[in-house]
């Protein structure tokens, strides 16, 4: 498992299998690897396929996806070459979507509105350039999220490819241009990408399921141009992120902070919720952003305050919801989405 090793900025390049990669738990893969680390392995088919994990340090499946994927083929070559980039393994050691002072590695990638200037942002960027150099047959991020979801796959372009992609993970798509800076935005329109939710961390079953994905997408000649599934595909668009203001004190159930939202909220995630429903109490007049995909609040479109009560103003239908208040603060409390009838 020797090889040859390069450094860029912050960025390891190995063209092996460092020893223990495939036994390590997330916490102490720093320890194998040192740093962010892109291990570039060959295969029958050239275009590689680059698979992202780690990007939050907290989300595990995609290390133990990909531990299942080569540990199964230790004897006999790769049927495509891959491009395997493990991320925030600073964070991974603390068990943190990213670390106090950290930008988040999800949010630095090409065409970030900000911290794009930063060393991280750097390595992202030599990263990405040498993705696209060696015109990457597709791009996967594995992901985990902290509220109740379903598996479902996330694409910032209705190009055929792309849903085709997304189609063989799940028969639930979500199409989001909203965050610039992430991995599968930065590739739009110059690799097939997407990004797999793979529910929560800590999962042999989920673990299982993007084994699986990845492992189907290294054996195909070409990606489908439209969905391969039994059912049809269920297609959403995201309207805007939600954020709790950052001076707001935040509880869930707890009658004490200034926005005190439902204990149980991600529970309604990929439910179709209907006008009027409470969310939460507060009586600060703003105490949330929904931020559209041209940047603009439009709170205002989605909420009402009603005798404390914070209210929704029409159907949505709520994703990655958490009630985790560190993820909250770090990133956001979820993604409000409706139903596209057809691609």
Avoid at 24 to 29: D, G, K, L, M, Q
Avoid at 151 to 161: M, R
Avoid at 324 to 341: F, K, S
Wanted: proline share 6%; charged share 20%.
């Amino acid at each position: 498992m020797s090889g040859t090793s390069e450094s860029f900025a912050m960025l390891t390049i190995r063209d092996s299998l460092p020893n223990g990669l495939l036994d390590c738990r997330a916490s102490p893969i720093g320890d194998v690897l040192g740093g962010p680390t892109l291990i570039e392995l060959g295969g029958q088919r050239e275009a590689p396929l680059f698979v992202s994990i780690l990007i939050h340090g907290n989300e595990d499946v995609g290390l133990g996806a990909i531990q299942r994927v080569l540990k199964a083929r230790l004897e006999q070559a790769l049927p495509r070459s891959l491009m395997l980039f493990i991320g925030n393994v600073a964070a991974a050691a603390q068990g943190q979507r990213r670390l106090d002072g950290q930008p988040d590695y999800n949010r630095i990638w090409p065409g970030a509105v900000d911290d794009h200037e930063t060393p991280d942002a750097q390595m992202m960027a030599q990263l990405h350039d040498r993705v696209v150099a060696r015109r990457a047959f597709a791009a996967i991020d594995l992901h985990n999220n902290t509220g109740r979801n379903p598996h479902y796959s996330v694409v910032c372009s209705k190009s055929p490819s792309a849903i085709g992609l997304a189609s063989l993970f799940t028969d639930r798509a979500v199409l989001f241009r909203g965050l610039p800076g992430t991995q599968t935005a930065s590739f739009s329109n110059l690799v097939p990408a997407m990004t797999a939710e793979c529910g929560k961390p800590r999962s042999a079953e989920n673990e299982r399921a993007a084994a699986a994905f990845v492992n189907r997408v290294l054996e195909l000649d070409h990606l489908p141009t439209e969905p391969e599934l039994r059912e049809p595909l269920q297609l959403f668009h995201t309207l805007g992120v939600v954020r709790v203001r950052p001076e707001i004190t935040l509880g869930f159930g707890d009658a004490g902070a200034e926005l005190n939202l439902d204990p149980h909220l991600d529970r309604l995630n990929f439910m179709q919720v209907l006008p009027d429903r409470v969310l939460g109490h507060t009586q600060h007049p703003a105490p949330i952003e929904v931020i559209d995909e041209d940047g603009h609040d439009v709170a205002e479109s989605f909420f009402s305050l009603t005798n404390g009560e914070l209210r929704l103003r029409r159907e949505v239908t709520p994703a990655m919801f958490t009630v985790d208040e560190r993820i909250v603060r770090q990133d956001c409390l979820g993604y409000l989405m409706e139903t596209l009838d057809h691609l």
